[in-house]
């Protein structure tokens, strides 16, 4: 079974940093997309950054110059870099990956359980 495995979230206080892992397990053809979203209560899940099997990213206005999405594609691991955190990146985060789990196969879209982030003093 496809798993996507998170870790590294935890509270810091604002101004801190925080690096966020996620790891692919399974049965694994190819990683086409990894990425990260986040939900704050109350409000719809939203994109914080998005990187391709190719190394190019992409990241919302909200984290830009800020977060910083790799990949480790010889350990199928995503990774987060959140430098500078304010109080309104308080959410859980997911990961993201779309993956073919056969060369014949079509791509699917797999999510990781969650990992909470808290920025707070």
């Known amino acids: 079974q496809m798993q996507l495995v998170e870790s590294g979230g935890g509270l810091v206080q604002p101004g801190g940093s925080l690096r966020l892992s996620c790891a692919a397990s399974?049965?694994?053809?190819?990683?086409?997309?990894l990425g990260w979203y986040r939900q704050a209560p109350g409000k719809e899940r939203e994109l914080v950054a998005t990187?391709?099997?190719?190394?190019?990213?992409n990241y919302a206005d909200s984290g830009k110059g800020r977060f910083t999405i790799s990949r480790d594609n010889a350990k199928n691991t995503v990774y987060l870099e959140m430098n500078s955190l304010k109080p309104e990146d308080t959410a859980v985060y997911y990961c993201?990956?779309?993956?073919?789990?056969?060369?014949?196969?079509?791509?699917?879209?797999?999510w990781g359980q969650g990992t909470q982030v808290t920025v707070s003093s």
């Open positions: 993201y990956a779309l993956i073919r789990t056969t060369a014949w196969g079509t791509q699917l879209q797999y």
């Open positions: 399974g049965s694994i053809f190819s990683i086409n997309v």
């Open positions: 990187i391709t099997s190719g190394g190019s990213s």
